[in-house]
């Protein structure tokens, strides 16, 4: 028995040492393990915290009018500091008491929730911290394998060694879900309540603290009576942590909350037109991919403003028969920043995406006018440049080809006119002549100079605009008469900013002096000449429609071809181009779709400038202005029936005086003045003296 015994003991011995070695060997193994995952964790450093996130649109007033809606999720990104501390207390106080004691990972709560597994017979506690929550959130798919949750487990590990908790909660906030597409803290604050994340209150930060459990039935809106008993047990939760005093869950629980129930700012209906050109040019422009674009949490600036879009909007349902199937496009611009403010490319966005202000090619008619008369003023002419008005057929081409312009109705001056009546009558023939006397490359040539980058034909039927071109080109190419001369560009995006708040993208001014400022002064005043009586001739003035609509001084032209209907016109604040027509280019035969363009043009600037100061445009030092008679452009005297003050570039000012509407006596009978005196002892007029004085 005894040897039996010792051999026994012997054996004990033998086994306790082996596992006592086994034991050893398993921690030290276990010990290199844990280290070789943190010193693996802290090799791979910080993870990136990228989630996708609704990219935002604002508008110049720094109003939200539009998002990217990735997959039907709405995300705003806001930091902690713009989340009120109700939230945070709420969040922690039911989802994770220790956050700020563990490392990740809460022993004593995974324990207790595996004890309720067991005794329950099924999973009825969870133990995920916030972190690992978060982990979950960033990174993985909401399986429940072995593998997710060690991965989870990893990454969770990663985000405690190389984020503060400040971050950790931060990014838990803003990328947990709360039901009806909503995820984050400030989406949900929107959607549900109408406000940021920062104004919400106690009663408000329980309630959506409650939906992530399953917000399928915590919502307030699915189910009003079990989110306000999750909210009920939070707030209680809070007084027991010591977030809150009774009195104050007792004061959140009886306040009455006013839900919202829809996201304020992703309807993206608002100028649907502008937002897809803006979308356009960042990827095109600034080279942005689409993914960024749809899931990186921009915050692009633009150029719209709400109030003019409205103006533009309404201008257009207003003036435009819902009978009718012709088109539109329009556009409005600051001239000095070349800001896109209001665009509509179309009636009805649902029906045609197609931007007939941005992309259609389509006749701009005499609106290119203006750009020839500048080359002109720049070769030598002036705003009393007089050629004759009539029928004429022009010879081009090596007299191989001929062309006859129109004016409108046939009708003619049979005499000479000046280029400033030209301009105002908007008569064709004197277009084409101008045009084919500097040389067909010069407007082509010229349209370039302003901006124009559309392919004109160097045809002698140029001059009246029958190479198309695209609204936004024409709006600007008008821009620099108002400001001046100086170079612009259409612009939509004025910065683009990324969810660290770098600016990827601002755009500069150039400023560029690129025409003549002297002669653009001189052309935007010949602009105004369109809505001036005292140009009538052998026609009206073309904008005598709409001159009793005019509270301030406009430059601005019209034009039409048989399909398209034109007017643009500016003020040195604001100009706008209007063109309408039908899609199929059909002609344009119902007077009151004519007239559709010009309505909608004074309809726009008399209400987009109702409360803004009358700005006039200031002379520059280089030109005078003289009274002359709008007939022959000379110099106008007290007997000529209209003289119109008219600027000149200086030296190029007329020195004649009209003498068409001096009375001569009718016979040697009528008296005759002896000395310089006239009959009944007055001064003589002074072009009378003149006259003498030439003999």
């Given at each position: 028995m005894e040897i039996l015994t010792g051999n026994h003991f012997e054996k004990t011995k033998k086994y306790a040492r082996a596992l006592f070695f086994l034991s050893l060997l398993a921690t030290i193994i276990g010990f290199i393990m844990v280290s070789a995952v943190f010193i693996y964790a802290k090799v791979l450093g910080p993870p990136p915290l990228v989630v996708p996130k609704s990219s935002l649109f604002l508008a110049d007033n720094g109003e939200i009018f539009g998002a990217t809606n990735p997959q039907g999720e709405i995300r705003h990104w806001v930091s902690l500091h713009d989340i009120t501390e109700d939230v945070q207390k709420a969040t922690i106080s039911i989802e994770d008491r220790n956050f700020y004691e563990h490392h990740g990972f809460d022993l004593k709560r995974i324990a207790g929730a595996a004890l309720a597994d067991i005794q329950a017979m099924a999973k009825v506690q969870g133990a995920s911290t916030i972190t690992q929550q978060y982990a979950r959130n960033l990174f993985l798919e909401h399986d429940k394998t072995w593998k997710r949750k060690l991965k989870e487990a990893f990454y969770a590990l990663r985000l405690e060694m190389n984020y503060t908790k400040e971050e950790i909660l931060e990014g838990y906030l803003n990328t947990i879900y709360y039901g009806h597409g909503a995820y984050g803290i400030q989406a949900a604050s929107q959607f549900y309540f109408g406000k940021d994340a920062d104004k919400l209150s106690l009663a408000e930060a329980a309630m959506l603290t409650g939906i992530p459990k399953g917000p399928s039935h915590y919502s307030p809106i699915i189910n009003f009576s079990k989110a306000k008993d999750r909210q009920e047990l939070i707030l209680d939760e809070m007084t027991e942590t010591g977030a809150i005093t009774k009195a104050q869950a007792d004061a959140a629980k009886a306040?009455?909350?006013?839900?919202?129930?829809?996201?304020?700012?992703?309807?993206?209906?608002?100028?649907?037109?502008?937002?897809?050109?803006?979308?356009?040019?960042?990827?095109?422009?600034?080279?942005?991919?689409?993914e960024a674009i749809a899931l990186g949490g921009l915050t692009i600036y633009t150029t719209i403003d709400p109030k003019l879009q409205e103006i533009a909007e309404k201008a257009?349902?207003?003036?435009?028969?819902?009978?009718?199937?012709?088109?539109?496009?329009?556009?409005?611009?600051?001239?000095?920043?070349?800001?896109?403010?209001?665009?509509?490319?179309?009636?009805?966005?649902?029906?045609?995406?197609y931007n007939r202000a941005y992309q259609a090619l389509r006749q701009p008619g005499s609106t290119i006018k203006p750009l020839l008369y500048y080359a002109a003023l720049e070769r030598g002419f002036t705003p009393s440049t007089t050629m004759r008005s009539e029928m004429t057929t022009f010879k081009y081409d090596e007299g191989r080809s001929e062309y006859t312009p129109h004016n409108f109705n046939n009708h003619y001056a049979e005499d000479e006119i000046t280029l400033a009546q030209a301009l105002a009558l908007s008569d064709n023939v004197y277009a084409v002549k101008t045009h084919l006397f500097l040389g067909e490359d010069v407007l082509v040539d010229t349209a370039k100079q302003f901006g124009i980058k559309s392919k004109m034909e160097q045809v002698p039927s140029l001059a009246l605009g029958t190479s198309g071109v695209r609204v936004v080109e024409m709006v600007n190419a008008y821009s620099l008469f108002a400001n001046g001369g100086r170079k612009v560009e259409p612009t939509f995006i004025k910065k683009v900013v990324n969810e660290k708040g770098e600016i990827l993208y601002e755009s500069k001014l150039e400023n560029e002096q690129v025409l003549d400022p002297d002669i653009t002064f001189v052309m935007s005043s010949l602009l105004r000449g369109m809505f001036d009586p005292k140009l009538n001739d052998y026609t009206s003035v073309t904008g005598s429609s709409i001159i009793n609509e005019m509270t301030r001084a406009y430059a601005g032209k019209s034009g039409s071809t048989d399909t398209d209907s034109w007017m643009i016109g500016f003020t040195p604040q604001l100009t706008a181009g209007v063109w309408t027509g039908y899609d199929e280019g059909k002609e344009i035969t119902l007077t009151t779709e004519k007239m559709y363009a010009k309505n909608i043009w004074i309809d726009f600037m008399e209400k987009a400038l109702e409360d803004e100061p009358v700005r006039t445009f200031i002379p520059t030092d280089g030109v005078v202005g003289v009274y002359v008679n709008p007939d022959n452009g000379k110099l106008a005297t007290e007997s000529c029936p209209v003289a119109?003050?008219?600027y000149f570039v200086k030296g190029t000012e007329?020195?004649?005086?009209?003498?068409?509407?001096?009375?001569?006596?009718l016979d040697d009978h009528e008296p005759k003045p002896s000395d310089e005196k006239s009959p009944g002892g007055k001064d003589k007029p002074w072009y009378k003296k003149l006259l003498e004085w030439w003999g």
């Amino acid at each position: 028995m005894e040897i039996l015994t010792g051999n026994h003991f012997e054996k004990t011995k033998k086994y306790a040492r082996a596992l006592f070695f086994l034991s050893l060997l398993a921690t030290i193994i276990g010990f290199i393990m844990v280290s070789a995952v943190f010193i693996y964790a802290k090799v791979l450093g910080p993870p990136p915290l990228v989630v996708p996130k609704s990219s935002l649109f604002l508008a110049d007033n720094g109003e939200i009018f539009g998002a990217t809606n990735p997959q039907g999720e709405i995300r705003h990104w806001v930091s902690l500091h713009d989340i009120t501390e109700d939230v945070q207390k709420a969040t922690i106080s039911i989802e994770d008491r220790n956050f700020y004691e563990h490392h990740g990972f809460d022993l004593k709560r995974i324990a207790g929730a595996a004890l309720a597994d067991i005794q329950a017979m099924a999973k009825v506690q969870g133990a995920s911290t916030i972190t690992q929550q978060y982990a979950r959130n960033l990174f993985l798919e909401h399986d429940k394998t072995w593998k997710r949750k060690l991965k989870e487990a990893f990454y969770a590990l990663r985000l405690e060694m190389n984020y503060t908790k400040e971050e950790i909660l931060e990014g838990y906030l803003n990328t947990i879900y709360y039901g009806h597409g909503a995820y984050g803290i400030q989406a949900a604050s929107q959607f549900y309540f109408g406000k940021d994340a920062d104004k919400l209150s106690l009663a408000e930060a329980a309630m959506l603290t409650g939906i992530p459990k399953g917000p399928s039935h915590y919502s307030p809106i699915i189910n009003f009576s079990k989110a306000k008993d999750r909210q009920e047990l939070i707030l209680d939760e809070m007084t027991e942590t010591g977030a809150i005093t009774k009195a104050q869950a007792d004061a959140a629980k009886a306040e009455k909350l006013t839900l919202i129930g829809e996201h304020p700012h992703v309807q993206n209906d608002f100028a649907p037109y502008f937002q897809d050109i803006v979308r356009h040019e960042l990827i095109h422009k600034l080279k942005i991919s689409e993914e960024a674009i749809a899931l990186g949490g921009l915050t692009i600036y633009t150029t719209i403003d709400p109030k003019l879009q409205e103006i533009a909007e309404k201008a257009v349902t207003q003036n435009m028969s819902d009978e009718s199937n012709i088109q539109v496009g329009f556009v409005a611009m600051d001239p000095e920043t070349g800001f896109v403010k209001a665009l509509i490319g179309g009636r009805d966005y649902q029906e045609s995406t197609y931007n007939r202000a941005y992309q259609a090619l389509r006749q701009p008619g005499s609106t290119i006018k203006p750009l020839l008369y500048y080359a002109a003023l720049e070769r030598g002419f002036t705003p009393s440049t007089t050629m004759r008005s009539e029928m004429t057929t022009f010879k081009y081409d090596e007299g191989r080809s001929e062309y006859t312009p129109h004016n409108f109705n046939n009708h003619y001056a049979e005499d000479e006119i000046t280029l400033a009546q030209a301009l105002a009558l908007s008569d064709n023939v004197y277009a084409v002549k101008t045009h084919l006397f500097l040389g067909e490359d010069v407007l082509v040539d010229t349209a370039k100079q302003f901006g124009i980058k559309s392919k004109m034909e160097q045809v002698p039927s140029l001059a009246l605009g029958t190479s198309g071109v695209r609204v936004v080109e024409m709006v600007n190419a008008y821009s620099l008469f108002a400001n001046g001369g100086r170079k612009v560009e259409p612009t939509f995006i004025k910065k683009v900013v990324n969810e660290k708040g770098e600016i990827l993208y601002e755009s500069k001014l150039e400023n560029e002096q690129v025409l003549d400022p002297d002669i653009t002064f001189v052309m935007s005043s010949l602009l105004r000449g369109m809505f001036d009586p005292k140009l009538n001739d052998y026609t009206s003035v073309t904008g005598s429609s709409i001159i009793n609509e005019m509270t301030r001084a406009y430059a601005g032209k019209s034009g039409s071809t048989d399909t398209d209907s034109w007017m643009i016109g500016f003020t040195p604040q604001l100009t706008a181009g209007v063109w309408t027509g039908y899609d199929e280019g059909k002609e344009i035969t119902l007077t009151t779709e004519k007239m559709y363009a010009k309505n909608i043009w004074i309809d726009f600037m008399e209400k987009a400038l109702e409360d803004e100061p009358v700005r006039t445009f200031i002379p520059t030092d280089g030109v005078v202005g003289v009274y002359v008679n709008p007939d022959n452009g000379k110099l106008a005297t007290e007997s000529c029936p209209v003289a119109r003050y008219t600027y000149f570039v200086k030296g190029t000012e007329p020195t004649t005086y009209c003498t068409e509407h001096i009375k001569e006596p009718l016979d040697d009978h009528e008296p005759k003045p002896s000395d310089e005196k006239s009959p009944g002892g007055k001064d003589k007029p002074w072009y009378k003296k003149l006259l003498e004085w030439w003999g």
